[in-house]
């Protein structure tokens, strides 16, 4: 049994940072490719940042260059740092985790397993 635990939501003004965390346990195997997903009120759950068995990264164009995913070496603890944060990033935070090692597309939402999601909020 995979779980994955989110935290470091929050609120902030727009321009701020924030730094998410996910906590993964259960078998290490099921989450080789990891990735956050958000989705704001009413619209749907989009993927933003994903990482690959050997650390290859993809981001969605509206994160790129402010956000940055990486995780710990043993792979139990994946990160989100959020830089430049803007209203419209505001929404809930899902960390999602798969067993395959690569993906044809990374921030398509067909992982296998997901956390609770944490809230981020961004104040103009």
């Known amino acids: 049994q995979v779980k994955l635990v989110e935290s470091g939501g929050g609120s902030v003004q727009a321009g701020g940072s924030l730094r998410l965390s996910c906590s993964a346990s259960g078998s290490r195997l099921s989450y080789n490719s990891m990735a956050w997903f958000r989705q704001a009120p009413g619209k749907e759950r989009e993927g933003i940042a994903a990482i690959e068995h050997g650390g290859t990264t993809t981001y969605a164009n509206s994160v790129l260059g402010r956000f940055t995913i990486s995780r710990e070496n043993n792979k139990t603890t994946l990160y989100l740092q959020m830089n430049n944060l803007k209203p419209d990033d505001t929404a809930m935070y899902y960390c999602?985790?798969?067993?395959?090692?690569?993906?044809?597309?990374?921030?398509?939402?067909?992982?296998?397993?997901w956390g609770q999601g944490t809230q981020v909020t961004v104040s103009s």
């Open positions: 999602a985790a798969d067993p395959r090692w690569s993906r044809a597309h990374p921030l398509a939402r067909d992982y296998d397993y």
